[in-house]
């Protein structure tokens, strides 16, 4: 199952980035073994043409078929391998704190988390472009090999932003391990752990955002009660103090650069 999503996120990559190489894509290098990269470069083959460098009339048709069968998994490995899991969360927790239900709506926080995604992402991609699809789109690496290096730089990403304790209880639960290195961590215990790993860190980010408007509704709450407004909802009325807090600290853009800076290099 690993290997197929590291399949879709090589060749989702290499239709978007390297398209054009594709019409003129080389055969598979010569002494590759049988199995999952020689069916992909055969594929790709089909799409390039028939060997003599002539394109197929309908390559563009499979081109976009393939497109969008690897669209049906791609939000499975936005989910699992990327650094969107933790930013929706905080964003979430930030509207609840802002004690707004629908303001972002979740359009525009999917939105949010997608494109600042894409910008922690970027360094992976580009070392995924760069090492796995452009060698492969010119032909010096055959779909097997292409498949491992694209892997290794999401590899190297997730191993950054695990906990060592959360890899220890996935690995002792698969009776894995020790592992030397990080490098060692097969996928199966890795992409749980990174998942977990993510999910404690949104968490207590979303518990630090909270604060301080915890204190700005106890404010609220003691002032009314001490007026003897204790019917009032100090919803209603610490709902503007919290938002003109947020706007005058440029709450957005320090939210933005935080989770940027969250993640480890």
Do not use: C
């Amino acid at each position: 199952m690993v290997k197929w999503a590291l399949i879709g996120v090589a060749l989702l990559i290499a239709l978007l980035l390297a398209a054009p190489a594709f019409a003129q894509a080389a055969p598979a290098a010569p002494g590759v073994g049988p199995g999952v990269g020689d069916a992909v470069d055969r594929a790709l083959g089909q799409l390039g043409g028939n060997g003599q460098g002539q394109s197929q009339g309908l390559s563009l048709s499979l081109q976009v078929l393939i497109i969008m069968g690897l669209l049906t998994i791609l939000p499975g490995l936005v989910l699992m391998m990327t650094s969107f899991t933790r930013i929706i969360i905080v964003l979430s927790v930030l509207r609840q704190a802002l004690g707004l239900q629908q303001t972002p709506p979740n359009q525009v926080l999917i939105g949010l988390s997608l494109f600042l995604s894409i910008f922690v992402m970027g360094p992976t991609i580009s070392e995924v472009n760069r090492t796995a699809i452009q060698p492969y789109a010119a032909g010096q690496l055959g779909g097997t090999a292409m498949i491992e290096a694209a892997g290794k730089p999401f590899h190297v990403f997730m191993a950054k932003q695990t906990r060592v304790k959360d890899v220890t209880l996935f690995a002792q639960m698969a009776h894995s391990g020790p592992y030397r290195s990080a490098d060692d961590i097969p996928y199966t215990v890795l992409l749980p752990a990174f998942v977990t790993s993510e999910l404690k860190t949104a968490f207590q980010i979303g518990f630090l955002v909270f604060l301080p408007f915890i204190v700005i509704d106890l404010v609220v709450a003691t002032v009314l009660m001490s007026l003897g407004m204790a019917m009032m909802s100090p919803t209603i009325i610490s709902m503007p103090f919290k938002l003109l807090l947020f706007v005058l600290v440029d709450g957005w853009a320090l939210m933005m650069g935080s989770l940027a800076n969250s993640f480890v290099t």
